[in-house]
T-cell receptor
């Protein structure tokens, strides 16, 4: 499809396991964002890429979280030694523009729902 | 204090009713404002931008009050299909390119 694609859609991990979540943005979209959405909450910013450069990672909650976008297209969010509080939906979003467009339109994927037992 | 605050609801209204949501933001330097809609277990989607002069899109009207730092969304003639969570969103260029989301207000329109 032409939208943002995320995989896996659902992931159950045991506490302490490492997980990797993948995002395929819309082709040609320069900007890519990761957000974390806990149940009943709004999305919380994690990190932002412009092409392959990670320009903002201020939202990553701990050094167990790591994101990369080595070729400026697909991105991976990795969580090491998962904890129960990491359980959430991880949303990826992309945007065509270099700077946040005035329309404010980010195109989100359907998310990866992580449950840590 | 969260940067963007919303009443979580739920707002339960009958079809045809008019309903209004408010949102407050803490950073007076915020520059752009939006409403997103999120259906249950789906991704957020842009509903509309919010301009200082106020703007309307069909049954939806958005208003911005910079002095009081609040944003509103009015939905007229509610439809069953309007049932969703409405997310108030602000952006601040000095903070880079991120959008900051409120916690969302849940709307349920009943027949």
């Amino acid at each position: 499809g032409a939208g943002v694609s995320q995989s896996p859609r659902y992931k159950v991990a045991k506490r302490g396991q490492d997980v990797a979540l993948r995002c395929d943005p819309i082709s040609g979209h320069v900007s890519l964002f990761w957000y974390q959405q806990a149940l009943g909450q709004g999305p919380e910013f994690l990190t932002y890429f412009q092409n392959e450069a990670q320009l903002d990672k201020s939202g990553l909650p701990s050094d167990r979280f790591f994101a990369e976008r080595p070729e400026g297209s697909v991105s991976t969010l990795k969580i090491q030694r998962t904890q129960q509080e990491d359980s959430a939906v991880y949303l990826c979003a992309s945007s065509l523009a270099l700077a946040l467009p005035l329309t404010g339109e980010l195109f989100f994927g359907e998310g990866s729902r992580l449950t840590v037992l | 204090r969260k940067e963007v605050e919303q009443d979580p609801g739920p707002f339960n209204v009958p079809e045809g009713a008019t309903v209004a949501f408010n949102c407050t933001y803490s950073n007076s330097a915020s520059q752009s404002f939006f409403w997103y809609r999120q259906d249950c277990r789906k991704e957020p989607k842009l509903l509309m931008s919010v301009y200082s002069s106020g703007n309307e899109d069909g049954r939806f009207t958005a208003q911005l009050n910079r002095a009081s730092q609040y944003i509103s969304l009015l939905i007229r003639d509610s439809k069953l299909s309007d049932s969703a969570t409405y997310l108030c969103v602000v952006s601040l260029m000095a903070a880079g390119n991120m959008l900051t989301f409120g916690g969302g207000t849940r709307l349920m329109v009943k027949p």
